[in-house]
Nanobody
Framework: QVQLVESGGGLVQAGGSLRLSCVASRRTFSSYTVGWFRQAPGKEREFVAATSRSSSIYYADSVKGRFTISRDNAKNTVYLQMNSLKPEDTAVYFC???????????????????WGQGTQVTVSS
């Protein structure tokens, strides 16, 4: 079992930045693939970014060049640095983890068994 806790969400103006954190309860977190997903009101959950245990990184086209995912295994933490935020980035952001996700499947939410509770990001225009 892995428990995940997200933090760092908030209200920011368009063009601003936020850094989300996802802290895991498990010491072997370095062996997990970790993904960030988001869900806006009335929309399906969508992939944002992911980092594998081998440090492969994958971004959704909508955030490429603006968001950066990174991990600090010593702190059992994965970060999502979000720059140049747009109103359409407004959503609840979730981190997810699993130790059996393969690199080609990192963008699929159904591949992850462990999820955090989410953190709200609101970008005003």
């Amino acid at each position: 079992q892995v428990q995940l806790v997200e933090s760092g969400g908030g209200l920011v103006q368009a063009g601003g930045s936020l850094r989300l954190s996802c802290v895991a309860s498990r010491r072997t977190f370095s062996s997990y693939t970790v993904g960030w997903f988001r869900q806006a009101p009335g929309k399906e959950r969508e992939f944002v970014a992911a980092t594998s245990r081998s440090s492969s990184i994958y971004y959704a086209d909508s955030v490429k060049g603006r968001f950066t995912i990174s991990r600090d295994n010593a702190k059992n933490t994965v970060y999502l640095q979000m720059n140049s935020l747009k109103p359409e980035d407004t959503a609840v952001y979730f981190c997810a983890a699993d130790d059996v996700v393969t690199v080609p499947m990192m963008g699929r939410s159904t591949e992850y068994n462990y999820w955090g509770q989410g953190t709200q990001v609101t970008v005003s225009s």
